[in-house]
């Protein structure tokens, strides 16, 4: 059976167990200092430490291997665009310049800004990783009552947890109306050109979109009769309250916090410069 792009996966992990709640405050605290921080010792660390959660939670390299393609691709994407633009927002950021190879006019390949370029890269996988972690290890009934108890409209925090469980039925869908174009002879698969397998996706994709927004509207209409959102609160049958593992899961990635915050004032700033004498 062949895995979901993005989904819930329930197995049996301290990470599974930990509330929705503390796992969110977990992720936006991660991402918020891995987005701040330009300390590449700081940064390595946190994606060192995201690797390690990965291997607790028990998610498996088949388990995101399409989710992490498209993060390398956009990835290698990105930091070819700022070299193209930017080539020397490096030597800018670190007040000096040591050439590795002279290019042609401001296309110099300098130390700084292959330093600069592998702390982005190293900020993709210190950021992007805890997102991933909290999706696949947090139940999406769980997770709307998380932002429901963090101060979100409960109207907000179910639509998220419905969008969430909608993703495998939609990816489901299409894998359905995929194989049934190949059963007719509409090769899709990896043997095809890529042109090929573009245009037929974009035919599946697209009324397929269309079918899942007619779900949506029944979906709606269904809710609006069960008079969903008549009153200002409601319960929650997947909420989980708090418990020693939880806090200590969140004291540990605050001890990340303080550490990144310490190091903007050692470092005089958000960069570790290694250039400076």
Same mark, same amino acid.
Not at 154 to 172: F, G, H, T, W
Not at 187 to 196: F, R
Not at 219 to 232: H, T, Y
């Given at each position: 059976?062949?895995?979901?792009?993005?989904?819930?996966?329930?197995?049996?992990?301290?990470?599974?167990?930990?509330?929705?709640?503390?796992?969110?405050?977990?992720?936006?605290?991660?991402?918020?200092?891995g987005m701040i921080s330009?300390d590449t010792r700081f940064?390595?660390?946190?994606?060192?430490?995201?690797?390690?959660?990965?291997?607790?939670?028990?998610?498996?390299?088949?388990?995101?291997?399409?989710?992490?393609?498209?993060?390398?691709?956009?990835?290698?994407?990105?930091?070819?665009?700022?070299?193209?633009?930017?080539?020397?927002?490096?030597?800018?950021?670190?007040?000096?310049?040591?050439?590795?190879?002279?290019?042609?006019?401001?296309?110099?390949?300098?130390?700084e800004q292959l330093f600069?370029?592998?702390?982005?890269?190293?900020?993709?996988?210190?950021?992007?990783?805890?997102?991933?972690?909290?999706?696949?290890?947090?139940?999406?009934?769980?997770? #709307?009552?998380? %932002?429901? /108890?963090? $101060?979100?409209?409960? *109207?907000? +925090?179910?639509?998220? @947890?419905?969008? &969430?469980?909608?993703?495998?039925?939609?990816?489901?869908?299409?894998?359905?109306?995929?194989?049934?174009?190949?059963?007719?002879?509409?090769?899709?698969?990896?043997?095809?050109?890529?042109?090929?397998?573009?245009?037929?996706?974009?035919?599946?994709?697209?009324?397929?979109?269309?079918?899942?927004?007619?779900?949506?509207?029944?979906?709606?209409? #269904?809710?609006? %009769?069960? /008079?969903? $959102?008549?009153?200002? *609160?409601? +319960?929650?049958?997947? @909420?989980?309250? &708090?418990?020693?593992?939880?806090?200590?899961?969140?004291?540990?990635?605050?001890?990340?916090?303080?550490?990144?915050?310490?190091?903007?004032?050692?470092?005089?700033?958000?960069?570790?410069?290694?250039?400076?004498?």
């Amino acid at each position: 059976m062949e895995n979901n792009l993005i989904g819930y996966l329930d197995r049996d992990t301290f990470i599974h167990r930990l509330s929705g709640v503390s796992k969110l405050i977990c992720f936006l605290l991660l991402s918020v200092i891995g987005m701040i921080s330009y300390d590449t010792r700081f940064l390595l660390g946190l994606s060192i430490f995201s690797i390690l959660v990965f291997y607790w939670a028990k998610i498996r390299y088949q388990d995101i291997a399409t989710v992490i393609k498209f993060i390398l691709f956009f990835s290698v994407l990105n930091l070819t665009a700022i070299y193209l633009f930017a080539p020397e927002y490096g030597v800018t950021i670190y007040e000096s310049k040591h050439v590795i190879w002279q290019g042609i006019g401001r296309y110099t390949l300098t130390q700084e800004q292959l330093f600069y370029e592998f702390n982005l890269l190293l900020k993709y996988f210190a950021t992007i990783p805890p997102g991933l972690i909290f999706l696949f290890t947090t139940n999406p009934s769980e997770l #709307a009552s998380s %932002l429901n /108890r963090i $101060g979100f409209s409960y *109207k907000i +925090s179910y639509s998220v @947890a419905l969008a &969430l469980r909608y993703i495998p039925d939609i990816q489901e869908d299409f894998r359905t109306i995929s194989k049934a174009q190949q059963a007719r002879g509409v090769e899709l698969s990896k043997k095809a050109p890529l042109t090929q397998r573009v245009k037929g996706n974009l035919a599946i994709a697209i009324p397929l979109i269309f079918s899942s927004l007619e779900r949506i509207d029944n979906v709606s209409a #269904a809710m609006e %009769l069960r /008079r969903f $959102g008549k009153k200002k *609160k409601r +319960s929650w049958l997947m @909420a989980k309250p &708090l418990q020693k593992q939880d806090i200590f899961a969140i004291l540990l990635v605050s001890l990340f916090v303080v550490i990144g915050i310490s190091l903007y004032f050692i470092n005089q700033g958000r960069f570790y410069n290694p250039f400076s004498s």
